[in-house]
């Protein structure tokens, strides 16, 4: 009858599409209004807040509700593969919402917990706290449960707990009995478990479960799966590769310094211009297609696409005018970007897709190729399946967007009748966009191929786990990173190897729950 309809579910567990709440559907006001003896919400780390370069950090939808929403629920489960995607403080977003109407979790307001940025290096033991008062200070809000350890058990009976646990004590460390206090301070001096004290008992080992796929290979509960990095470093192919690197054109290196000129043009009148700069690289360096595409449309001056917002770059247009709309100078400089790609006789990173299908024979197997951007992905399918002749490839995009190629001839088809496709081994090449990735399970496919890099980690962990995941019957799967030297891929692959490091430092540092 309407909204109000969700909540008349006749049985006792429900299933809510996070759309609804992303959208702030009527539906939200009836959730609302509804006790909960538990909730889960899978995928969580979409209720992260927004992050923007000199904004403060903003709750969406999704976040504002699991707040309201832990007030309602007796018990609360957030489930993630990717807990962190670009910035540590987001897994204090999803603590949060566990601390919202529990705050054992991460204590109350004046809690040093609840600042990931005061706790993080105590956290990855790059700080040890030895000193009495600060360790109780770090203790007493929230206080650990008794049953966590004996020193914990012992501070219980001597400040008149009977509680199993508690949020939080205003007692000072001088109530504590002598043997306590000693005992305390051997194990911050000692540690517990082979790492620093409070690596081991902080409220996040307490409430984050990790479930590392090592820990489930090691336990037998998952099949072990290898992989093998591309390219290598011993690569005898001098024609494709400098090293680990692919190699560039004298023209390319020259479209390159172009959008340098471009951006450096721009930058006079836009303050926007360095934004630009990087997400132009970023294309020209996905592929000379893409490339190409986007300097026209910039001098078209029109929306990159103009039904969909595709990524970053679309998002900017869209939102700031000044980007669209180049000047004389500007646009002299796109087209000479165009002049330098246009006279590429062929794309090195096509040419090497096709090494790696072809002369390694990846494509046996089956193989999917992924990209940030939709022109690309579309582009490099089209190309291939004119150097494939009779093979099917299928591009995997967004609604509407996805389809096959034969021959260089497109068909639209639904997205589950290419995932169908793919299982049944009708098809064995793949593009896809990461727009369209997440859930996508390809395990009857043994390779992948990143055309380009996207900044984000998590999309990265993503992509590999489209193939490396339950039903894969191969022992080892392949993936190749495709970076040009000395330009923007360079830079993205630095920044994604440290993103990857702080997440490991922080999460590779708590006990896993499987093992304890």
């Not at 489930?216 to 400098?242: C, H, Q, Y």
Request: charged share 30%; aromatic share 8%.
């Amino acid at each position: 009858r309407g909204a109000e309809d969700i909540t008349r579910c006749p049985y006792k567990i429900g299933i809510v599409s996070t759309g609804l709440i992303v959208q702030d559907t009527k539906e939200v006001e009836h959730l609302l209004r509804k006790r909960y003896g538990m909730v889960i919400l899978d995928e969580a780390h979409k209720a992260r807040k927004q992050r923007a370069l000199g904004r403060e950090p903003a709750a969406g939808n999704l976040l504002k509700f699991m707040m309201a929403v832990a007030d309602q629920a007796r018990h609360l489960i957030l489930g993630t593969a990717t807990p962190i995607q670009t910035d540590v403080d987001e897994l204090w977003d999803l603590l949060e919402i566990l601390n919202r109407s529990a705050t054992h979790v991460l204590g109350r307001d004046l809690s040093t917990w609840r600042k990931p940025d005061q706790v993080r290096d105590i956290l990855t033991g790059t700080v040890s706290i030895e000193d009495e008062a600060e360790a109780w200070n770090l203790l007493r809000n929230p206080l650990p449960p008794r049953t966590d350890a004996t020193v914990f058990d012992n501070i219980y009976q001597d400040l008149g707990y009977d509680e199993v646990a508690r949020d939080f004590t205003d007692c000072s460390f001088t109530d504590l009995d002598a043997f306590t206090r000693d005992e305390l301070q051997d194990r911050l001096r000692g540690g517990d478990h082979g790492i620093k004290f409070f690596q081991y008992h902080n409220p996040i080992s307490r409430h984050v479960v990790l479930r590392r796929r090592k820990t489930l290979e090691d336990a037998g509960l998952m099949k072990r799966i290898g992989v093998e990095m591309w390219p290598r470093a011993s690569d005898l192919n001098l024609t494709l590769f400098e090293g680990q690197a692919v190699k560039t054109s004298a023209d390319f290196d020259h479209a390159y310094e172009a959008v340098e000129r471009f951006t450096a043009a721009l930058g006079k009148r836009v303050k926007g211009a360095g934004f630009m700069k990087n997400l132009l690289r970023q294309r020209i360096c996905s592929s000379i297609a893409s490339g190409l595409s986007t300097c026209r449309k910039l001098i078209d001056k029109r929306q990159l696409d103009e039904e969909v917002v595709e990524d970053e770059l679309d998002e900017l247009l869209a939102e700031d005018p000044e980007l669209a709309g180049v000047f004389d100078e500007e646009i002299g400089h796109l087209r000479e970007v165009i002049f330098h790609l246009e006279k590429n006789p062929t794309d090195p990173k096509l040419d090497t897709c096709v090494y790696f299908l072809e002369e390694l024979g990846w494509l046996e197997d089956g193989c999917i190729i992924f990209s940030q951007y939709y022109d690309t992905a579309s582009w490099v399918a089209e190309k291939l399946s004119h150097h494939f002749a009779g093979e099917t490839v299928a591009v995997y995009g967004g609604a509407g967007r996805s389809g096959i190629f034969v021959d260089g001839q497109w068909r639209t088809v639904d997205r589950e009748d290419i995932k169908k496709a793919v299982r049944d081994y009708e098809i064995r090449l793949v593009v896809a966009t990461d727009a369209a990735a997440e859930g996508l399970n390809l395990q009857t496919l043994a390779s992948l191929i990143n055309i380009d890099l996207p900044w984000n980690p998590s999309r990265l962990e993503q992509r590999i786990g489209r193939i490396k995941r339950y039903g894969q019957k191969r022992d080892t799967v392949n993936m190749a990173n495709l970076v040009y030297q000395n330009t923007v891929d360079e830079k993205v692959y630095n920044k994604l190897s440290s993103r990857m490091k702080d997440r490991y430092d922080l999460l590779g540092s708590l006990p896993d729950v499987i093992d304890d």
